[in-house]
């Protein structure tokens, strides 16, 4: 607590006014830890049932739960086949306060490492698009990885600068999320070094990249469209200042109210150019709610939405296909692959037009308007596999995204079994007694019922063909 900085003490006093013990008293209670079930793979109460940890149900997001900070879930195979994402309890909010439909065209612009995609991308349920963009290189990586482990095949990652997504994408979502940049204060509790490098700029510096981060989502957003936008700080610069701003420069735009909560706070109109509206923006206190700090505003683009051909017209004039169909060859190698796996037609069906070939690898494509190849991308689509000579290798992300019912030739393991540890750290291992009447080759390999990755069945053994990169230690 005395490590927190004067002048931001002074300034939340002058805020919090007779609030101002209890906000800072919360500074003395422990920080909270959260887990966020992935609903494509499983329901909260079926994880409740089966979790190895005590969980309990965070009140205001109904797939979040509470763990003791003592427990690992990170290093649990439900936790690698993709159950469960770790997420601190308030950031769960955004995403789940963003009314998401199935089939919708959604943008997470400030999307890395992929608390909020994970969670957009289960609530689309593998239909529509997301498209999850941040402007670091790096933290992208870590965006597309979490979202193939969570086996999001409608996804389109990009790292691009806001400006330059906007000229592609210009009235094209029907949902976006900001989870802005920001001077984290919300997240002194949990993060001390965060505490560290603040300085009473920081607000303000911030408040100029989320207006441009905002005029851009304006842009991209269809008429009759929604935004989220969001924080993990207090101040009101970058809170209702942000949103005042918005307001006044996009008459275009209006606060829209947020699905609530008993501990949820309103926005403070004082706190930004005293237009009343700005109630209907959501304050997270640390010293009302099990949380650390957010702020969170709903906001709509008012106007109708245009049929749906207009823009789909309008995007394949800007767009370039950096796809193509499978050749014959490909089709073959693909086909055969399919039929051996015994996978779905529901998954893929390869008479469609959405399996296509990129640089040797064939993906499964979102249906989307051409996405314009002059974007920087790390992933268009579900990446099925590569074309070797003459055989067809599936991808790490391709077993994500299935289940035992979608590939006839499963092995599933129980989580206890410790052929699980010794698959997920790259061993051969011996093929379960009952699955040894299996036909060779490959088949998809569980946890349960969870898909983890691959397996090559020889004689009794399964070679192994989980992912190097991903392998335990
Ligand atoms: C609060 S974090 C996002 C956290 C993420 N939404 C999640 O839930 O995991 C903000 C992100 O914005 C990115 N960022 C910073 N400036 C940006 C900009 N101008 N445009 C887009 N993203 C930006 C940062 O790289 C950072 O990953």
Same mark, same amino acid.
């Given at each position: 607590?005395?490590?927190?900085?004067?002048?931001?003490?002074?300034?939340?006093?002058?805020?919090?006014?007779?609030? @101002?013990?209890?906000? !800072?008293?919360?500074?003395?209670? +422990?920080?909270?830890?959260?887990?966020?079930?992935?609903?494509?793979?499983?329901?909260?109460?079926r994880f409740e049932e089966i979790s190895p940890f005590s969980v309990k149900p965070i009140p205001w997001v109904k797939d979040g739960f509470y763990y003791e900070g003592d427990v690992h879930p990170?290093?649990?195979?439900? @936790?690698?086949?993709? !159950?469960?994402?770790?997420?601190? +309890?308030s950031a769960m909010t955004p995403a789940s306060r963003l009314p998401i439909e199935k089939g919708d065209k959604v943008l997470d612009l400030c999307a890395a490492p992929g608390g909020k995609s994970t969670h957009l991308a289960a609530r689309l349920y593998d239909t529509g698009i997301l498209v999850a963009n941040d402007i670091s290189a790096s933290r992208a990586k870590a965006l597309l990885y979490n979202l193939e482990v969570f086996g999001a095949g409608n996804i389109f990652v990009t790292n691009e600068i806001p400006g330059k997504l906007s000229e592609v994408f210009e009235g094209w979502f029907d949902k976006v999320l900001v989870d802005a940049p920001c001077s984290g204060e919300g997240m002194f509790r949990k993060a001390c070094d965060v505490a560290k490098t603040w300085d009473e700029q920081r607000p303000w510096y911030f408040a100029k990249i989320q207006k441009d981060i905002v005029s851009n989502a304006v842009k991209m957003l269809k008429p009759g469209g929604m935004m989220l936008y969001s924080t993990c700080t207090f101040s009101p610069e970058e809170n209702e200042g942000t949103i005042s701003w918005l307001l006044w420069k996009y008459p275009e735009m209006e606060l829209a109210d947020i699905a609530s909560y008993e501990g949820f706070r309103p926005g403070v109109p004082d706190w930004g150019d005293g237009n009343e509206e700005l109630k209907k923006c959501v304050h997270i206190w640390p010293h009302h709610m099990e949380g650390e700090g957010h702020f969170l505003a709903l906001l709509r683009k008012k106007g109708q939405q245009l049929q749906e051909k207009?823009?789909?017209?309008?995007?394949?004039?800007?767009?370039?296909?950096?796809?193509?169909?499978?050749?014959?060859?490909?089709?073959?190698?693909?086909?055969e692959f399919l039929r051996e796996t015994r996978?779905?037609?529901?998954?893929?069906?390869?008479?469609?037009?959405?399996?296509?070939?990129?640089?040797g690898r064939a993906y499964l494509i979102p249906k989307l308007p051409d996405a314009s190849g002059s974007l920087h991308f790390l992933r268009y689509g579900l990446l099925l596999g590569e074309f070797k000579k003459n055989r067809f290798e599936p991808s790490q992300a391709f077993a994500m995204s299935l289940t035992p019912e979608l590939c006839g030739e499963s092995i599933c393991l129980q989580r206890n079994d410790e052929r699980v540890l010794r698959y997920l750290k790259g061993e051969t291992i011996q093929v379960p007694e009952e699955a040894c009447s299996l036909k060779k080759g490959w088949k998809l390999m569980c946890v349960d019922q969870y898909p983890l990755g691959w397996g090559k069945l020889q004689n009794d053994v399964v070679k192994n063909k989980y992912l190097s990169a991903w392998r335990k230690k």
């Amino acid at each position: 607590m005395t490590d927190l900085p004067g002048p931001f003490l002074d300034r939340m006093k002058h805020m919090l006014k007779g609030e @101002y013990q209890d906000f !800072l008293a919360s500074y003395g209670k +422990p920080r909270l830890h959260g887990l966020r079930v992935n609903t494509m793979k499983i329901t909260p109460q079926r994880f409740e049932e089966i979790s190895p940890f005590s969980v309990k149900p965070i009140p205001w997001v109904k797939d979040g739960f509470y763990y003791e900070g003592d427990v690992h879930p990170a290093s649990d195979p439900y @936790y690698t086949a993709g !159950l469960y994402y770790l997420q601190e +309890p308030s950031a769960m909010t955004p995403a789940s306060r963003l009314p998401i439909e199935k089939g919708d065209k959604v943008l997470d612009l400030c999307a890395a490492p992929g608390g909020k995609s994970t969670h957009l991308a289960a609530r689309l349920y593998d239909t529509g698009i997301l498209v999850a963009n941040d402007i670091s290189a790096s933290r992208a990586k870590a965006l597309l990885y979490n979202l193939e482990v969570f086996g999001a095949g409608n996804i389109f990652v990009t790292n691009e600068i806001p400006g330059k997504l906007s000229e592609v994408f210009e009235g094209w979502f029907d949902k976006v999320l900001v989870d802005a940049p920001c001077s984290g204060e919300g997240m002194f509790r949990k993060a001390c070094d965060v505490a560290k490098t603040w300085d009473e700029q920081r607000p303000w510096y911030f408040a100029k990249i989320q207006k441009d981060i905002v005029s851009n989502a304006v842009k991209m957003l269809k008429p009759g469209g929604m935004m989220l936008y969001s924080t993990c700080t207090f101040s009101p610069e970058e809170n209702e200042g942000t949103i005042s701003w918005l307001l006044w420069k996009y008459p275009e735009m209006e606060l829209a109210d947020i699905a609530s909560y008993e501990g949820f706070r309103p926005g403070v109109p004082d706190w930004g150019d005293g237009n009343e509206e700005l109630k209907k923006c959501v304050h997270i206190w640390p010293h009302h709610m099990e949380g650390e700090g957010h702020f969170l505003a709903l906001l709509r683009k008012k106007g109708q939405q245009l049929q749906e051909k207009t823009f789909e017209k309008r995007s394949r004039k800007k767009a370039l296909s950096p796809s193509r169909g499978l050749s014959k060859e490909e089709r073959r190698l693909l086909g055969e692959f399919l039929r051996e796996t015994r996978i779905s037609d529901a998954k893929i069906c390869l008479e469609s037009d959405h399996v296509e070939s990129r640089g040797g690898r064939a993906y499964l494509i979102p249906k989307l308007p051409d996405a314009s190849g002059s974007l920087h991308f790390l992933r268009y689509g579900l990446l099925l596999g590569e074309f070797k000579k003459n055989r067809f290798e599936p991808s790490q992300a391709f077993a994500m995204s299935l289940t035992p019912e979608l590939c006839g030739e499963s092995i599933c393991l129980q989580r206890n079994d410790e052929r699980v540890l010794r698959y997920l750290k790259g061993e051969t291992i011996q093929v379960p007694e009952e699955a040894c009447s299996l036909k060779k080759g490959w088949k998809l390999m569980c946890v349960d019922q969870y898909p983890l990755g691959w397996g090559k069945l020889q004689n009794d053994v399964v070679k192994n063909k989980y992912l190097s990169a991903w392998r335990k230690k």
